[in-house]
């Protein structure tokens, strides 16, 4: 982290000459790049943004624990440094934890994460061909009307040093599309489409239109699915979703607490059998993922780390402090979910002759953290019943994730969603569709 500037100097003299302080660290972010709006097809407006961040973190013992509080700076702060480190200070020896220790001096690896075309002034020629190609996809489909637009191209520079000796610097872009289309018909409806990347050729602005534009169109005669208990098969976009009590229970900060359901070397408590093996890793080296990182929020570097494999519990994902606590090595914060392909064609997993209803997106999938249990609505999805496909909106599908990963088939083909890596969609058995 340069010494350049004058804020972060002026903070880390104040952090070392504070003899009450036992540890700090101070993270800077750099944040700069171009936002395109568009109402309709036309522009609305076009604007380049750039700011920097400053987060100190200080560590002061209070008895037998460490007491931690953080301070942030924004540009124009600098004569606040010295007044924010002392309430920082004192906010930090009101309580504490277990004392742990900062990262070491350690290289930093080599990440992929940054788009040259998302970067300074090549930031406006990419976000302008963007968004020429949309309006160009979001009024080639009959029946449906472009809304808005939404476009970011940026970069950020994080830096970050400590006082046990590390410091680093990574950088990376990211590109985010907001699509808004309008469809008219029985039932007049909107569909909204959300996409990130960190690298524009991973972004397919034509892909992502045409699919939006399919779904604002067929929910104009949608229908709730009919009530039962029958296959659902669940796209690749809400998987990471479904499986968040896996990644909970496989962390080191619930192997701590004792409050994990998962054995390290023993098999998940999946209650059922039939299914494909399930295998599972968070890999913050994957290449262009949006939650790649050279290293995490305390200095851990990025890397990948099998978490289950053919359904046995394998490895626990471990933050420095726990990792301290647990006296194992720490692995990093999650980061982006890697699944191997499945064995089973995608059309396939829509067979049979019975209704299999196929979601496309849940209004909002939680499942329950501790036991797994969910039920949500369906905000757009398919029937599939002798042949054919009906659309479907409303109904909720309810089951639990441990239950149903037992029986779970997932497709052959794959897709890359920025944070998700894996089979572009999973079939459960035995779900419950409450419908009409």
Same mark, same amino acid.
């Given at each position: 982290m340069s010494t350049r500037d004058p804020q972060v100097a002026a903070l880390r003299a104040a952090l070392t000459g504070d003899k009450r302080i036992r540890g700090w660290q101070i993270q800077r972010v750099r944040r700069a790049g171009f936002q395109? $709006?568009?109402?309709?097809?036309?522009?609305?407006?076009?604007?380049r943004t750039e700011g920097v961040t400053t987060e #100190?973190? /200080?560590f002061v013992e209070n008895g037998d624990k460490l007491g931690r509080a953080g301070v942030t700076l924004f540009a124009g702060d600098g004569a606040a440094?010295? =007044?924010k480190v002392e309430a920082a200070v004192f906010m930090a020896g009101l309580g504490g934890d277990q004392p742990w220790s900062l990262p070491a001096a350690s290289p930093v690896p080599a990440v992929a994460t940054f788009d040259p075309a998302l970067s300074g002034d090549r930031a406006r020629a990419? #976000?302008?061909e963007l968004a020429a190609a949309w309006r160009t996809e979001a009024v080639a489909h009959a029946g449906v009307r472009p809304s808005s637009m939404e476009l970011f191209c940026g970069e950020d520079t994080v830096s970050l040093e400590n006082s046990a000796g590390f410091a680093g610097e990574w950088r990376g872009t990211r590109v985010s599309l907001l699509t808004l289309l309008l469809a008219d018909g029985e039932k007049p409806s909107e569909r909204y489409s959300w996409e990130e990347r960190r690298r524009v050729s991973d972004l397919d602005v034509r892909r992502i239109v045409a699919r939006a534009a399919e779904e604002a169109r067929d929910l104009t005669r949608a229908v709730v699915p009919p009530s039962g208990q029958y296959p659902v098969v669940i796209d690749a976009a809400e998987i990471a979703a479904l499986l968040n009590p896996i990644q909970v229970h496989s962390s080191g900060d619930s192997l701590y607490q004792k409050s994990s359901r998962f054995e390290l070397g023993k098999p998940l408590p999946i209650e059922a059998k039939g299914g494909e093996p399930f295998s599972l890793a968070t890999?913050?080296?994957l290449p262009y993922g949006l939650q790649s990182y050279a290293f995490d929020g305390t200095g851990i570097g990025g890397?990948?780390?099998e978490i289950v494999k053919d359904g046995v519990f394998t490895n626990a994902w471990v933050g420095k402090q726990? #990792? =301290?606590y647990l006296k194992v090595a720490a692995t990093g914060a999650f980061s982006n979910w890697e699944l191997p392909a499945g064995k089973t064609p995608l059309a396939d997993l829509t067979g049979g002759d019975g209704p299999v209803l196929y979601v496309r997106n849940f209004s909002w999938l939680t499942p329950d953290q501790a036991r797994g249990n969910f *039920?949500?609505? /369906?905000?757009? *999805? $398919?029937? $599939?019943?002798?042949g054919a496909r009906k659309p479907i909106k409303g109904g909720t599908v309810s089951g639990n994730v441990f239950a149903a990963l037992g029986t779970a088939k997932w497709s052959k083909e794959t897709v890359f969603l920025g944070e998700y890596s894996g089979p572009a969609a999973v079939r459960l058995e035995g779900l419950t569709v409450a419908g009409g």
């Open positions: 395109t $709006y568009l109402v309709r097809t036309e522009p609305e407006s076009e604007r #100190a973190t /200080v440094v010295a =007044d990419t #976000a302008r890999n913050a080296a890397r990948r780390v726990q #990792a =301290d *039920g949500s609505e /369906v905000r757009v *999805g $398919y029937l $599939y019943e002798k």
